[in-house]
């Protein structure tokens, strides 16, 4: 029986590999003068980070009865924070659908006040393409496998890629399949790399894999157990492992040397897409 993805979604349990938010293992600890300190081991003093608001910029609602697994937000607001390029409302040119292999690092369940645990490399298959009629941006989800956080978390990465590269999202349908059941932002970076990579044509690198979590600014945020995701980029065999610079990840490029992966640390969008692709996050082309 076919369901409209919104109702699966409140019925949903998380699988047991993934089945904590990263945010839950994330901690913000106060520094005296200084900015306080992200990090994935608590100490005297912090407290955990909680969800983050900014994860809703795009209300989420059911799609047409006649198609599965729907979701088809309003038109990005034309409101953009200082600093970033407005977005060009021109009828883009058609270009041929574009299928990515993205690879997502979850973490499983573990006791309390354990840093590592276990930890799972998966790939999900990431669709974009043209939408000729102009009413989208059209979201594909159809296996129900992503909470309702880590579907607000794709849907930023949506408006955060296509706003960075001056595309109209009404022209855009995008289409998400992922193994296994997913909670937690942390995969919305490498989501938006890979919509901004498939819309600029840019391919993303074979050796890197990427944890962190997008904001409507384009500011790449912290994420937790950051050395559990390091074991999964291993074993997606990986050595380039790109991480939000606002964590304590000093000890990350002592484990990383370990297991002969570089840590690669980014504050944005645009510094996360050049690591991921060797490429300048820009505009789109117009004719």
């Known amino acids: 029986m076919k369901y409209v993805l919104l109702i699966c979604l409140c019925c949903q349990v998380a699988g047991p590999l993934l089945a904590e938010s990263a945010w839950a293992e994330t901690w913000v600890c106060p520094r005296p003068g200084q900015s306080d300190l992200y990090t994935d081991r608590g100490g005297l003093g912090c407290r955990q980070l909680g969800e983050a608001k900014t994860y809703?910029?795009?209300?989420?609602?059911?799609?047409?009865?006649?198609q599965e697994s729907v979701i088809v937000p309003p038109t990005v607001s034309s409101t953009v924070?200082?600093?970033?390029?407005?977005?060009?409302?021109?009828?883009?040119?058609?270009?041929?659908?574009?299928?990515?292999?993205?690879?997502?690092?979850?973490?499983?369940?573990t006791r309390v006040g354990s840093i590592s645990g276990s930890w799972n490399g998966l790939v999900a298959r990431l669709t974009v393409g043209y939408r000729a009629d102009g009413m989208g941006p059209e979201i594909l989800l159809p296996d129900s496998n992503l909470s309702p956080v880590s579907v607000r978390s794709f849907l930023t990465a949506v408006s955060a890629a296509t706003r960075a590269v001056g595309y109209d999202p009404r022209?855009?349908?995008?289409?998400?399949?992922?193994?296994?059941?997913?909670?937690?932002?942390?995969?919305?970076?490498?989501?938006?790399?890979?919509?901004?990579?498939?819309?600029?044509?840019d391919p993303i690198r074979q050796d890197i894999c990427m944890?962190?979590?997008?904001?409507?600014t384009l500011e790449i945020k912290p994420v937790g157990r950051l050395v559990d995701k390091m074991n999964a980029c291993r074993d997606l065999r990986k050595t380039t492992m790109i991480v939000p610079d606002g964590l304590d990840n000093s000890h990350l490029n002592f484990t990383g040397a370990e297991k002969t992966?570089?840590?690669?640390?980014?504050?944005?969008?645009?510094?996360?897409?050049?690591?991921?692709?060797?490429?300048?996050?820009?505009?789109?082309?117009f004719q």
């Open 171 to 201: 022209y855009l349908t995008v289409r998400l399949l992922v193994p296994t059941s997913m909670d937690g932002p942390s995969a919305g970076g490498i989501f938006a790399v890979g919509i901004a990579s498939a819309l600029l044509g």
């Open 56 to 66: 809703s910029p795009l209300e989420i609602s059911p799609g047409p009865k006649s």
């Open 211 to 216: 944890s962190g979590t997008i904001e409507p």
């Open 261 to 285: 992966i570089h840590v690669v640390e980014v504050h944005t969008l645009a510094e996360a897409y050049s690591a991921a692709t060797g490429q300048a996050l820009r505009q789109v082309a």
């Open 81 to 109: 924070p200082p600093g970033l390029p407005f977005l060009q409302h021109k009828k883009p040119l058609p270009f041929p659908e574009v299928s990515l292999a993205l690879p997502i690092l979850g973490i499983g369940q």
